[in-house]
């Protein structure tokens, strides 16, 4: 099916015609415009009784702040570096921007409309909801001491649902990613990333009322990155990785994606999007019309994987 003229130029989709833009060339990232009200209306209702699994992957001190109903997030960053902060209630008009080495918890439905990440930082918990991207991050990477991971969040509605850009040593997990109209989860320049047991649900817009006209993830220049147990509903592309080196795609459910995996693409004869070194293992890919196209790959092994009918 044929794509809207104006989607995905970060990854040279381009309506005949066009002239592509220069290889290696990256859009500058954006964040805070809100969802035009047309395309929020014709987006499926999210599942708003997905109730995120418990965080268990740190141990988390006692809370040394609690924000509630009524009160601003705006005072988040008011503790000391590695203090738990917990948001609970309705803030779905503010957007929480964590600029210190926190721990950031929402609890009995905390609901924000945008995170905005400048330091490497514990969020999970929330949903998030009413903006261009959802969860953003750029330039962020986690360590030893202050962890950066993003586990257990509902991004529904927005345009990206997560979108990180030039941010490493990353652990986003069991985040549900659902209803937003570009891309479920966009990730460029990552080192050392670990996306696990995330639910990416099913695309959710059409515009015009047409082919659906949205992708699961789209990955470009990604390295040592693993990408396992997730679930990876009907899409345009379920994921799509370019330029990446030495990851692993593994365990992954995908299901009825116009091609539910691609791997490289072959830019002008060039390498272009070529990924290498990949290793995609275990898959369960069935439904759609490609389950993997591989176009520009270079020493990649792909073994056990089940492609169904």
């Not at 929020?40 to 924000?67: C, E, F, G, K, Q």
């Not at 330091?119 to 962890?147: D, K, N």
């Not at 379920?238 to 691609?262: A, E, F, K, P, Q």
């Not at 072959?266 to 070194?277: I, S, V």
């Amino acid at each position: 099916p044929a794509r809207s003229a104006d989607k995905y130029q970060w990854l040279g989709d381009h309506p005949p015609g066009i002239v592509e833009p220069a290889p290696y060339t990256s859009v500058e990232p954006a964040a805070g415009a809100t969802i035009p009200a047309a395309i929020a209306a014709v987006m499926r209702p999210p599942h708003l009784d997905w109730v995120p699994p418990p965080y268990n992957t740190t141990v988390l001190p006692p809370p040394s702040l609690i924000i509630g109903p009524g009160s601003s997030v705006s005072c988040v960053n008011d503790v000391a570096e590695g203090e738990l902060v917990i948001v609970r209630g309705d803030h779905s008009a503010e957007t929480i921007v964590v600029a210190k080495p926190i721990i950031l918890v929402g609890e009995d439905g905390a609901i924000v409309q945008g995170i905005d990440i400048r330091a490497p930082c514990i969020v999970t918990g929330f949903r998030v909801t009413g903006r261009e991207v959802g969860i953003f991050a750029q330039g962020v990477s986690g360590t030893g001491r202050c962890p950066f991971i993003i586990a257990g969040c509902h991004c529904y509605r927005n345009g990206y649902g997560l979108r990180l850009y030039n941010c490493n040593n990353v652990l986003i997990e069991d985040n549900y990613l659902e209803s937003n109209s570009e891309i479920e989860l966009h990730i460029e320049h990552m080192d050392n990333g670990t996306i696990v047991g995330n639910n990416l649900g099913e695309a959710t817009y059409q515009p015009g009322g047409g082919s659906v006209d949205v992708d699961g993830a789209a990955l470009r220049y990604l390295t040592n990155c693993l990408f396992a147990d997730n679930y990876i509903g009907e899409h345009y592309y379920g994921t799509r990785w370019y330029s990446c080196s030495h990851c692993v795609i593994r365990d992954n459910v995908y299901r009825n994606s116009g091609t539910n995996l691609r791997l490289g693409r072959n830019y002008g004869g060039g390498d272009y999007g070529q990924c290498e070194d990949m290793q995609v293992i275990g898959n369960d890919i069935g439904g759609g019309t490609d389950a993997i196209w591989a176009q520009a790959c270079v020493d990649c092994v792909f073994n056990d994987n089940v492609l169904r009918s």
